[in-house]
């Protein structure tokens, strides 16, 4: 048992991978308990078990392979991964379970499959299950079939895919393995059960014996329907109402319905495996079945017949046999032969079923006319055929053929066509035998049922019948108005007998219907409610419908007798009351006539009608009237009555009053009574003759409303019109034609008949009479309210001036809705307002379109035009297409008859020849819009072929072929295009143009349709192929289109879809079905129907764009219930319809409330956020050549939080129309949200770039409108741009400047113009410059264009980096090969020369001659004087930023407007000495540092405000004056960027800072105090964020002009300047104590700081004043607060170039280095806290700067040794603190041997390995080791480590210094423990050292206190200046370098700077180091103020040749003081000398 106890210890997953199999059985066993217990599906622990599973049911022992089995079940049934493993797992049973001798292994195996299967695994199971099939072993297969049979039994067909299962069938039954066999039939009797006969094809072929088993077999099974028992994890609503039905006792009577939808009727079609037959076609069967010889064509077609026996054929091009069989059957004369090629095209037909469609219209008119054939096997061959061809077509397509064969002569031909008719209604459904299919075929048969032969008539009534079986009373009642009773009685019948394909349900529904109204469901709505009925209605037993389809279908045969129908006007009938409750009349004798009437009129009466006197006829009608007003209307003889009237004089009567009267009767008779349309015959003529009369005219046209009312519009009016224009009375014509337009309005337009009118409406255009044609006009203007823009076809050959009239009619009505029908209503039903309304309006629209008259155009398309098509010769085959041009041009309008054409034209469409191509893209496009809707048929041969043209190459044929599809479609429908397999074989192809193109198309056609076939599901598995496409087009288009698809086929379809892909695909795929699903767009509503009556035209209802609903959305519910029976319709689950209801009622309520509140909300700090978000790169940096989709993922996001919702939508809405509400919803908002705006500005910027790259204009053109407006705010408001703003945004509106139309470039110029208002126009520069980069010559030349106006307006202070090489950037634009920029260039270049003059030619450098030649000959011409002074230029240019006006009306007179101007000069003067780093203008005067201003403030200033400026310019300056050449360094500035975020405040602020560096000492302080102030308040301090740096210059400016100017000043009051001082060091330290402020302190700033404060401290002058000791005490704290509080990098930094500087200055004295030092060791000494802060990369390259000018040698010959120590006691520290990390961060050193740091670092770890544990002594030196380790460790320690140093020979020196230190800091410190042991000799060397130490340092003067710096001091000092050079260091022997050596480097740096070397004698020699030729130094802070960190290193070792160079000038430029010689007083007289030399050279 030892093992046992091993592995019981061990967790359960372990156990069950035991080698042992007891330790797995008892896992198995643990794993069962778990699993069991385990509550939660997604715990993680199922999850350690994935890869296990496998091996539990593999186990290969038997015990434990039970237990592992039930495990595993337990787990399939629990886990909710378990489907991960559903492959491994089922594949382990088959193979190692299903062959296990124990039945108990079989079940368990069995059960898991069928776990599997619940858990939605069902594909892979069966799968796995299949390939066991082809086991070896029989027991497997039989184990598989017998899973297979339990799973197909429990979870029906629709869940187990039947089809590869029959495959595979017949395999099964030929196995040896009796086993196999029995098992395979009792699952091919479960099979049965599930899909019947269906079966039986595809077993047709096994073995007799066993067919006849089984036949056995199916024969027990029991007829009810199979049921689903078990269920899917996704079926649960389904199982819960399975078993609710098992509750109640088998199923209740509502099952059935359920039942119909659970079990799919399987189709054996599909079940099939489809053979290729085209191949196997014998060699020479074209030719034989043309031969002369019968039996040759019987062969030929035998052969056929064989192969089309083959119940399922591959789809392929059959064109060429079908045209060989249909001329069989059209033309051969042996009938044998006829009715062996119908066999053979029958066969075709059923096995290509749809793809058979294409061809069907060719071949049915053939059969049709076939039929003239009397023998019955042909008669029967040729029906078997059509009936064939019928299903795979539909009725609609081949109705014309069908119509036009009905009035053939032949008696067969009509009774056949009848009967084929009413077969084919058999297959028909309501909705696909829609009215406007009736009305054709109803009037065609109508006249059949009154031919002379029986037969026809017998057809023609069997064909009704069927008709109304199918499409129900309701629908064709109205068509059979005029058949009388006993015919109707006998359609009735044949109806009865009729048996429907689609069984009873289609007919019972429709017949319902009818039933409805009548049956007491009176005021029921249409919609759900109505549909729910019929289904209930539906479910009910027989005997309910069979009443109350007859109670419909009984009208009133007389107009006598009441009906149940017909109480009141406002009863309730079916949509057309009137029609469906026709009174039918016979003529009645005029003798009855009188009998009726007497009856019902007074004698006097009837005696007085026909009486000579006029007053008695008078008198009669009056009591004529009284008797009908008093009538009921079951009593009123309506036709006897109208003929009494129209008895003798009858119309002719001559009173006007009697025939007024008379013909108000009329109408009252027509109001009140049963009025037929007999008795409207009786009264019409004579109404039509009086409705022109001025009297009469009125109340004959009310008694005609009164008819048409009752008899309805459409016949009234074709029988008033028809007498009308019988006449020749024009009155009575014009006056009819306004009683229609009138009627037309009041009764609506439904089912008038427009073709009838035309005719008419011509002739009345034609009439002589001018009243006549104005009436004809006004009745035309009215129709095209109803029908819309086609009406117009009609009339398109009328005169050009009647037809400007007609147009000028229709422009009128364009816009206006047609009115709603306010008659004709009352007999309406308050039902019917919906379905039949809506296919009304639609019919309406296409009924134009079919009543235009058509050409036929057939007998054109000859053969031999065919064969010209199809020549060899392009050139012919070109003249075949021009002829087809022009005989569709000739036509205008054709019947679908076009013969071969299709076939022809198809074959031109791969045509080598593109030209070819694409002219037969245009004809096909012609002959969609002349042939109509008609053109459907062709969609299926000529449509698809168009689509592939669609991946052609070539751009141009691409976008003919989808113009054409789109001509198409517009006329077809999408429902064509996306039937059958066509579209999807299509996007099967791998073509990537085609790809795209398709699903474009698609994208743009599904969002409008309101259903779409299912074969849309076909498409999907290549939509998740192109998803995943090489080709970035395709799969964005793909993506694109997702969304539609789910639209239409629901999210779960899709998912499921995915099954079959790989793995990893099917991950992304559904990822992307996610997406999608968020962003599904719903479906559209159906058209409102105002809209589809103005749209109406030809496009039908389903394709009007979506405007024509939008009204829709407003409306009440009863307009959005129709929406939800459509939906229904559709089939949509009940959650769809919901979601229907909501997207409809949200607008309109919501609208209002949401879209109140602001659009942008403001949140506090966002912007910032979000700026350092992007910093930090957590979000994508705004850059891209496209915007991807993260892009605008991302921006969404930031913009959910501060833009309003509604708003969101519409801005990242896919239509572009949304965008522009969007820009008009921005600008409206513009003023009124001001804050908002600035608040998001970054993000409305950004979104504003994403427009840049929509293609739409007139979005463009409304974001440019946008922006001008936005930047007129911001410059208003004082806002400037961000960098972060400016820089996502501005490269991309450059870009737009190349756009190619000229308004939108303009725009975009404007705007580039306002943004330097709102931005430096010197940063605008370099994104300009960029600009000119580009490949669009358009914007190159616009960005040119735009750098010569900012250079004009601003002058050369905008060039950056630097005016040469800006210059030379746009110089070499005059090479350009486009004219325009090159123009462009020379212009720009010479705007340049106008304002600098001939320097351009220095700075453009060297020219090719060419472009020379033609700058030099555009300067000469453009004749300007360039003037000397740019300053001059610049006062004369008006600004382009300046806002003039308001400068203009403040300006002051005299000094004051002066004043204003001249800042505005010294602000141009200046921009880029405060900006450029000493990128120095060439020729402006150069003014000291004191005139630091705010230039911002200036630059945005009108001259209001207040500065004493003029105090500033008394000091002795006149040396500014002299022009200086300061030579131009090259390096890239970037200038500093004052704080945009607070930007009222910022100018204030900008102002007082300003102040500071006054040379007035009181404005000084004053600025001083006010800034103290704001820095006291916590709550304000904030505000000096950004202006830091700013501050500290403006401070240290001061300082220096303390201590050059006010400190030798004698009349100046001491006091004055310690209060000056004390208020700058105040002001300083608060500023120090804020940690936040501090650190935004720079590095080059700091460093002038810290020179600033040193050289004060070091000012001997300070320490004489009273206060002095004060002073420098503060200056000390201050220090020490800087050191502290600043940026510890930046500080860092500051102090090593600030030494290094130090150290290379001759006349830096040697104080100054050693206080630099001190404060260097108090860093080291911070080190260990700050050093994580510290950006370790940028001191190590300071230090490696400082390592390069100071090599090891170099520094140990200092007189000093403190640098040495100082540098690697820093190393040193770092070391210790970062140990071998720290040789990473040498990354920004780009040549690590130019210094010896790396090497040192190295050695500093190698040596700190060597002695890991002890304290690496060697490299420490001196004060700072001890200064470290004072406050640390014991002293003991300290003082054990000295002495050991003082004992080794090498640190002997080192170590007694280090003692020296100690002592004296430490002055009671004992160190004579230390001494006592050592020797006397020792002793004494120490003292001696001591002593000697002391002697050396006290004559260099007093030292360190304890802050490491000394107030006190000796001897004279010299104030430092930064860049003075020193030469005291020499070279290395220490001799003077002679000043020739630096005349000539100088030479050498000129040249290099692009300056002249012409005169340089009046220069004064230069001294430097020869050793270094160019040292490095670093830039002084304004110029390095906003430097880029990347600029560092190249900045210093650059600045080096300017400042060797300014120094020795009289400037002293910006970063540099003046040279100062070694004492203070020949400071003064050099000064004072240089003065007088200024002022007698300005006289």
Same mark, same amino acid.
């Given at each position: ?10 967790p ?23 699993f ?13 078990y994935?890869g ?21 079940l ?59 099939l ?73 073995n ?26 996704s ?15 088998g ?73 060989a ?21 029958a ?67 009509k ?89 009873k ?9 009818e ?121 009123m ?28 009767i009329?109408a ?5 009574g ?21 009297k ?20 009234t009016a ?40 035309i ?374 689950s ?19 409330d ?16 979000r ?10 940096k ?46 409206e ?32 053109m ?92 601003y002058?050369m202070?905008?060039?950056q ?14 090479g ?18 106008n ?11 060297n ?9 030099e ?20 240019k ?65 001259g209001?405000?207040r500065?004493? #400026?003029?105090? @500033?310019?008394?000091?002795? $300056? *006149?040396?500014?004056? !002299?022009?200086?050449?300061?030579? +131009?360094?090259? &390096? /890239? ?55 830091i ?54 590095t ?5 700081? #810290?020179?600033? @404060?040193?050289?004060l401290? $070091? *000012?001997?002058?300070? !320490?004489?004043?009273?206060?002095? +000791?004060?002073? &420098? /005490? ?14 510890q ?28 030092m ?36 170099k ?22 603190l ?31 390995? +060597? ?16 200064e ?66 002391e ?42 370098v002679?000043?020739?050596?630096y ?9 290099r ?22 040292l490095?130094?670093v ?15 190249e ?6 040749h300017?400042?060797?160079d ?38």
């Open positions: 048992m030892g093992d046992d106890s091993e592995w019981m210890k061990l359960i997953d372990q156990k069950c991978e035991h080698k042992l199999w007891k330790a797995r059985l008892n896992g198995y066993e643990e794993a069962l308990k778990l069991q217990k385990i509550d939660d599906e997604k715990s993680p622990e199922w999850s350690k994935l296990l599973i496998k091996k539990f049911v593999t186990d290969s022992n038997a015990v434990a392979q039970l237990k592992g089995l039930e495990a595993a337990a787990y399939v049934e629990n886990a909710y991964v378990a489907g991960k493993t559903t492959g491994e797992v089922a594949s382990g049973v088959v193979n190692k379970v299903f062959n296990q001798p124990k039945a108990r292994a079989k079940e368990l195996g069995e059960d898991i499959c069928l776990m599997y299967i619940e858990i939605e695994k069902g594909e892979a199971i069966q799968e796995e299950l299949l390939k066991g082809d086991n070896k072993n029989p027991k497997i297969i039989v184990a598989c079939i017998e899973t297979l049979r339990k799973a197909l039994s429990e979870f029906g067909s629709k869940i187990i895919s039947l089809k590869p299962i029959i495959k595979v069938l017949p395999k099964l039954f030929e196995s040896r393995e009796k086993a196999v066999r029995d098992e395979a039939k009792l699952l091919a009797v479960e099979i049965y059960r599930w899909i019947r006969d269906a079966l039986r094809p595809p077993l047709q072929n096994i007799s014996v066993q067919l006849k088993e089984l036949e056995e077999e199916w024969i027990k099974v029991s007829s009810a329907a199979p049921k689903q028992t078990r269920f899917l994890r079926q649960q609503e389904l199982k819960a109402k399975f078993e609710q039905q098992q509750g109640l006792g199923d209740a009577d509502g099952g059935d319905d359920d039942e119909e939808e659970a079990v799919p009727q399987v189709d054996a079609y599909e079940l099939l495996e489809a053979v290729e037959i085209l191949s196997k076609l014998p060699k020479d069967f074209y030719e034989k079945i043309e031969a002369k010889k019968w039996q040759e064509r019987k062969e030929a077609l035998e052969a056929v017949e064989l192969l089309v026996k083959n119940p399922k054929l591959e789809s392929g091009d059959y064109a060429d046999l079908v045209k069989l249909k001329k069989v059957v059209g033309k051969d004369t042996n009938v044998m032969l006829v009715a062996l090629a119908a066999k053979c095209l066969g075709l037909a059923t096995g290509l079923r749809k793809k058979f469609g294409q061809y069907a219209g060719h071949v049915v008119p053939t059969i049709l006319e076939k039929f003239k054939e009397k023998k019955p096997q042909v008669v029967q061959a040729l029906q078997e055929a059509i009936d064939a061809i019928f299903l795979t077509t539909t009725l609609q397509n081949i109705s014309e053929d069908i119509l036009a064969v009905m009035d053939n002569k032949n008696p067969t031909i009774q056949q066509t009848s009967l084929f008719i009413a077969r084919s209604f058999r297959h028909c459904t309501p909705s696909t035998l829609p009215k406007s299919l009736l009305k054709p075929f109803c009037a065609a048969l109508l006249k059949h049922i009154n031919d002379s032969a029986p037969e026809v008539r017998d057809a023609g009534f069997e064909a009704l019948g069927t008709a109304l079986k199918v499409a129900g009373e309701k629908a064709v009642n109205p068509f059979l108005a005029d058949v009388d009773k006993l015919k109707l009685d006998r359609i009735k019948e044949c109806a009865e007998k009729v048996e429907l394909v689609y069984g349900k289609a007919g019972g529904a429709a017949e319902k219907k039933g409805k109204p009548i049956t007491g469901k009176t005021t029921a709505l249409p919609g759900p409610a109505g549909d729910k009925e019929t289904k209930d209605a539906a479910t009910k037993p027989g005997p309910l419908k069979k009443a109350s389809a007859a109670k419909a279908g009984a009208p009133p045969k007389k107009g006598k007798p009441a009906t149940a129908a017909g109480t009141g006007g406002a009863g309730p009938k079916g949509k057309k009351g009137p029609e469906t409750k026709e009174i039918f009349e016979s003529e009645l004798s005029i003798e009855v006539c009188e009998e009726k009437a007497a009856a019902v009129l007074p004698a006097s009466c009837i005696q007085q009608l026909d009486s000579g006197n006029w007053k008695e006829r008078l008198a009669c009608m009056e009591e004529f009237q009284k008797a009908v007003e008093l009538m009921e209307r079951s009593e003889p309506c036709q006897a009555l109208v003929r009494m009237l129209a008895k003798k004089p009858g119309w002719k009567e001559t009173n006007f009053q009697v025939m007024q009267m008379k013909l108000h009329v009252l008779i027509a109001q009140k049963n009025f037929s349309k007999t008795s409207a015959q009786v009264v019409l003529d004579g109404l039509v003759d009086k409705v022109g009369d001025v009469c005219g009125t109340n004959a046209k009310e008694a005609m409303t009164a008819i048409a009312e009752a008899c309805q519009l459409p016949w074709e029988q008033v019109v028809a007498m009308a224009f019988s006449q020749k009375n024009p009155k009575n014509q014009s006056e009819t034609l306004n009683w229609l337009s009138n009627a037309i309005k009041e009764f609506g337009f439904s089912g008038l008949n427009v073709k009838a009118f005719s008419n409406v011509k002739t009345a255009l034609a009439a002589t009479n001018p009243a006549v044609r104005t009436s004809a006009i006004t009745l035309l203007g009215v129709m095209y309210l109803y029908v819309g823009p086609s009406l117009r076809m009609f009339f398109e050959d009328e005169k050009p001036a009647l037809l400007s009239q007609i147009d000028a009619e229709f422009e009128k009505m364009q816009g206006q809705t047609a009115p709603a029908p306010t008659r004709g209503i009352s007999r309406h039903s308050v039902v019917g307002g919906d379905d039949g309304e809506e296919e009304e309006q639609e019919e309406v629209g296409n009924d134009v379109v079919d009543l235009l008259p058509r050409t036929d155009i057939g007998d054109k398309i000859t053969a031999e035009l065919v064969s010209k098509i199809g020549d060899k010769n392009w050139k012919i085959r070109k003249e075949g297409l021009d002829e087809v041009t022009s005989i569709i041009n000739e036509a205008k309008f054709i019947q679908p008859n076009i013969g071969e054409l299709p076939a022809a034209l198809k074959g031109r469409l791969n045509d080598s020849n593109k030209i070819l191509v694409q002219q037969t893209l245009s004809i096909l496009q012609q002959l969609a819009t002349a042939m109509g809707p008609n053109i459907k048929q062709y969609v299926k041969n000529l449509g698809i072929p168009v689509i592939t043209v669609l991946g052609d190459s070539k751009n141009n044929v691409r976008a003919a072929a989808l113009a054409t599809v789109n001509a198409w479609a517009e006329q077809t429908g999408m429902k064509e295009w996306l039937e059958g397999e066509d579209l999807s074989e299509e996007l099967k192809k791998e073509n990537p143009f085609l790809r795209q193109e398709l699903l474009g198309w698609l994208a743009e056609k599904l969002p409008a349709l309101r259903s779409v076939p299912s074969d849309l599901l076909l498409c999907v598995p290549h939509l998740y192929s192109c998803l995943e496409d090489r080709n970035g087009d395709v799969r964005k288009k793909a993506q694109d289109a997702l969304p539609f698809f789910m639209m239409h086929l629901g999210f779960e379809k899709m998912a499921k879809a995915t099954g079959k892909l790989k793995p990893t695909s099917k991950d992304q795929v559904l990822a992307m079905l996610e997406k999608a699903k968020a962003n599904m767009p719903a479906k559209p509503a159906p058209p409102a129907k105002a809209s589809s009556r103005v749209v109406g035209g030809a496009a039908p209802a389903k394709f009007q764009p979506a405007s024509a609903f939008a009204d829709d959305l407003g409306s009440n519910t009863t307009e959005s219930k129709p929406d939800l029976k459509k939906a229904k319709a559709g089939g949509l009940s959650k769809t319809k919901v979601q229907g209801k909501k997207v409809l009622s949200k607008p309109s309520l919501k609208e209002d949401d879209k109140s509140g602001p659009i942008f909300v403001i949140v506090p700090n966002g912007k910032e956020q700026m350092r978000e992007e910093k930090a790169l957590k979000v994508l705004w850059n891209f050549t496209t915007p991807r989709d993260e892009y605008i993922e991302q921006l969404k996001t930031q913009m959910s939080t501060c833009v309003a919702k509604w708003l969101q939508d519409e801005m990242f809405h896919a239509d572009f129309q949304h965008h522009n509400k969007a820009l008009s919803v921005m600008i908002h513009l003023e009124s949200e001001k804050d908002g705006v600035i608040s998001c500005l970054d993000l409305i910027l950004k979104w504003l770039t994403l427009r840049f790259f929509d293609t739409n204009t007139s979005v463009l409304k974001a440019l409108e946008y922006l001008k407006l936005l930047f007129h705010l911001l410059s208003q408001e004082e806002y400037h741009l961000t960098e972060n703003e400016a820089s996502s945004f501005i490269p991309y509106l450059i870009l737009k400047v190349g756009e190619p139309k000229d308004v939108i470039r303009k725009d975009v110029r404007a705007i580039l113009n306002r943004m330097c208002l709102i931005y430096p126009a010197s940063k605008m520069f370099p994104f300009i410059m960029e600009g000119t980069k580009s490949k669009n010559s358009k914007q190159r030349a616009e960005c040119l264009e735009e750098l010569g106006c900012l250079v004009e307006s002058g202070n905008v060039c980096p630097t005016p040469g090489k800006a210059l030379k950037e746009m110089a070499t634009h005059i350009d090969r486009d004219n325009a920029v090159r123009n462009a260039a020379l212009n720009t270049i010479v705007t340049v020369y304002v600098h003059g001939d320097q351009v030619f220095k700075l453009i450098g020219l090719s001659e060419k472009d020379m030649s033609m700058l000959e555009r300067i000469k011409r453009s004749a300007k004087r360039p003037s000397s002074a740019p300053v001059r230029q610049a006062e004369e008006p600004q382009r930023t300046q806002n003039m006006s308001a400068n203009a009306s403040i300006m002051r007179k005299g000094q004051a407007e002066d004043m204003s101007s001249k800042l505005k000069i010294m602000y141009r003067t200046y921009r880029i000495q405060n900006r450029n780093m000493g990128s120095h203008p060439e020729t402006t005067h150069t003014v000291p540092r004191e005139f630091q201003l705010d230039l911002d403030e200036i630059e945005n200033d009108n209001t405000v500065c004493e #400026m003029p105090a @500033l310019v008394q000091h002795k $300056l *006149d040396d500014i004056f !002299e022009p200086v050449l300061i030579p +131009e360094p090259k &390096i /890239r500035a970037v200038s500093p960027h004052f704080d945009d975020m607070h930007s009222n405040t910022a100018s204030t602020i900008n102002f007082v800072i300003s102040q500071v560096a006054s040379g007035d000492i009181n404005t000084s302080i004053q600025a001083l105090t006010q800034i103290d102030e704001v820095l006291k308040q916590e709550d304000k301090a904030e505000a000096m964020s950004g202006h740096d700013q501050f500290l210059i403006a401070t240290f400016m001061q300082l220096r002009l303390i201590y050059n100017t006010h400190m030798a000043d004698e009349k100046l009051d001491k006091d004055e300047i310690v209060r000056l001082y004390s208020c700058i060091i105040g002001s300083m330290i608060t500023l120090f104590q804020i940690e936040s402020l501090a650190r935004e302190a720079s080059g700033v700091l460093k002038d700081l #810290m020179h600033g @404060l040193i050289t401290m $070091l *000012d001997s002058r300070v !320490e004489d004043l009273e206060e002095g +000791e004060q002073v &420098i /005490r503060s200056v000390n704290l201050l220090v020490v607060k800087v050191l502290e509080k600043s940026d990098t930046n500080i860092l930094s500051a102090l090593l170039v600030l030494l290094q500087d130090s150290l290379l200055a001759t006349a830096s004295s040697p104080k100054f280095s050693e206080l630099v001190k404060c260097l060791w108090r860093m080291v000494r911070l080190l260990p806290e700050t050093i994580n802060s510290i950006n370790l990369d940028r001191i190590l390259l300071d230090i490696h700067i400082f390592m390069k000018v100071f090599p090891k040698e520094l140990k010959q200092c007189k000093s040794e403190f640098p040495i120590r100082t540098l690697k006691t820093l190393l040193h520290t770092l070391c210790k970062k140990g071998p990390k720290i040789l990473d961060h040498l990354t920004m050193i780009d040549n690590k041997n130019e210094s010896e740091l790396e090497a040192h670092l190295c050695r500093l770890m190698k040596h700190a390995m +060597e002695q890991t544990g002890k304290a690496d002594k060697d490299t420490e030196k001196g004060a700072s080791r001890i470290e380790k004072a406050s640390k460790a014991k002293v003991n320690d300290i003082l054990a480590e000295i002495f050991k140093k003082i004992g080794s020979k090498e640190n002997t020196k080192e170590g007694l210094a280090e003692l020296y230190e100690y002592k004296k800091k430490y002055s009671d410190a004992d160190i004579e423990p230390f001494l006592k042991n050592s020797s006397q000799f020792f002793q004494s060397y120490v003292e001696r050292g001591l002593r000697l130490i002697t050396e340092r006290e004559g260099k003067g007093r030292i360190a206190t304890s802050t490491g710096i000394s107030p006190q001091m000796e001897g004279t000092c010299v104030p430092a200046s930064t860049h003075t050079v020193s030469s005291s260091i020499g070279n290395t022997n220490g001799e003077e002679g000043p020739s050596v005349l000539e480097r100088l030479k050498i740096l000129r040249q700077c692009g300056l002249d070397n012409a005169k340089q004698e009046d220069r004064p020699p230069l001294t430097s180091l020869l050793s270094k030729p160019t490095p130094t830039a002084s802070s304004t110029d390095m103020l906003h430097s880029k960190l990347s600029q560092l290193r900045s210093r070792e650059q600045y080096q300017l400042d060797l300014s120094n020795q000038t009289h400037s002293s430029g910006i970063g540099t003081t003046l040279a100062s010689p070694s004492s203070a007083a020949a400071n003064i007289d050099d000064l004072k000398k240089r003065l007088e030399r200024i002022k007698s050279s300005r006289k």
